[in-house]
């Protein structure tokens, strides 16, 4: 990857860091073409938006995680506006009696990349490179934060007929529990803030550097030096990933439900896949891949469906029927491989009746069956 860090974002950045991290949030984290809108249009009315790094942090200085909750599939249509990030920041600083020193993504996922770009900008704070998830998950208490013991403080919820509602939940699952069912009643999403705290505990929890590794995806797949069949197979090589299959969607069950977009995905195989299937399983995030009936990758790796052609990521609530996909998978943040992560986010936390074992095993293990049956 790109070696220089970002240190600023501008409306050029936008498109790569949006496709990036709509790889990173493995399907999930809202749409990357709506929260690109949204933070090119604050760049373009406010100015750039300076980018720190973990290191760069104030001990002392607030620091603000801010995005979406709720099914991506009805923040399509539902898309959170200037006033209403506006006023769960005002919010949070009301409450704190503390001014935001800087925003950060509390997930790398496509639209929750771009909300706090544009919060940033609207704010004129600096944003930091980096998040507390290293992809998307669905829950609230599937941070870092959490990992490190740290609960999810005052937690701001705000909608877009003015509601707002401020919380101390208990835990990281509690908190979890309120806002989802607070954001059923707002319409199925809503803009939230929780887990700010000074830099010194950002500092700890934040996985860094992923903006970066977002916008350096981005540029890789929207390359011209590059063909279409070259794309998916450089970013692999440099994010250590694996190409799982190349397919035809056959069928797709998605419905919403219990505040998130529920479902699964069957595909046949194409080209050198032909005669074998394919199924993802997810909850707003690619959850689990089994081909022929073995897992191929499970939660917490990350697993993205990328286009065919192009290598552009495809999220869950715009998988469509007859669409021609690659499967990728890429091994997770190291945090959650431990046991509290694997607990926290593992298959059998959503109730999958698997083992969790990293992907690169499980590639081993399929590459070696294909050559013993060739």
């Not at 501008?10 to 949204?38: F, K």
């Not at 909608?159 to 509602?165: L, Y």
């Not at 996909?325 to 926290?344: D, H, K, Q, S, Y």
């Amino acid at each position: 990857m790109t070696a220089a860090r970002l240190t600023v974002i501008t409306e050029p950045d936008i498109d790569d860091i949006a496709i990036g991290a709509a790889v990173l949030g493995t399907g999930g984290g809202g749409d990357p073409h709506v929260g690109s809108l949204h933070a090119k249009r604050a760049i373009r009315l406010n100015g750039s938006v300076p980018v720190l790094q973990v290191d760069d942090l104030d001990p002392e200085g607030l620091v603000v995680p801010i995005g979406m909750i709720g099914a991506p599939s009805v923040s399509i249509e539902r898309i959170a506006g200037e006033e209403e990030v506006g006023r769960a920041l005002d919010m949070l600083e009301q409450t704190t009696g503390r001014k935001i020193a800087a925003i950060m993504p509390i997930e790398i996922g496509g639209g929750n990349s771009m909300i706090p770009i544009a919060a940033a900008a609207e704010r004129g704070l600096p944003i930091l490179d980096g998040d507390a998830m290293g992809r998307a998950f669905p829950e609230a208490q599937m941070v870092t934060f959490h990992l490190a013991g740290y609960g999810p403080g005052a937690v701001v919820l705000v909608d877009a007929q003015g509601n707002a509602v401020l919380s101390y939940p208990v835990n990281g699952a509690w908190s979890e529990r309120l806002a989802r069912v607070l954001t059923f009643e707002m319409g199925g999403s809503a803009t939230m803030i929780d887990y700010a705290y000074p830099g010194a505990v950002a500092r700890e929890c934040a996985i860094p550097g992923t903006l970066t590794m977002a916008r350096d995806i981005g540029k890789m797949l929207r390359s011209s030096e590059l063909r279409d069949d070259e794309r998916i197979g450089a970013m692999l090589e440099q994010l250590g990933g694996f190409r799982l299959f190349d397919g035809k969607v056959t069928e797709i069950e998605r419905v919403v439900d219990g505040g998130f977009t529920r479902g699964r995905a069957e595909l046949a195989g194409t080209g050198e896949d032909r005669g074998s299937q394919f199924e993802l399983s997810f909850q707003n995030e690619m959850l689990l891949a089994k081909r022929d009936g073995e897992v191929a990758a499970v939660t917490p790796d990350l697993i993205a469906v990328l286009d065919q052609s192009t290598g552009h990521p495809i999220t869950t609530e715009t998988l469509r029927y007859g669409a021609r996909v690659t499967i990728v998978a890429f091994p997770c943040n190291p945090l959650w491989r431990t046991e509290r992560g694997i607990e926290t986010a593992g298959p059998g936390y959503f109730g999958y009746d698997v083992p969790f074992t990293p992907v690169e095993t499980l590639a081993a293990t399929a590459a070696a069956r294909r050559e013993a049956h060739a």
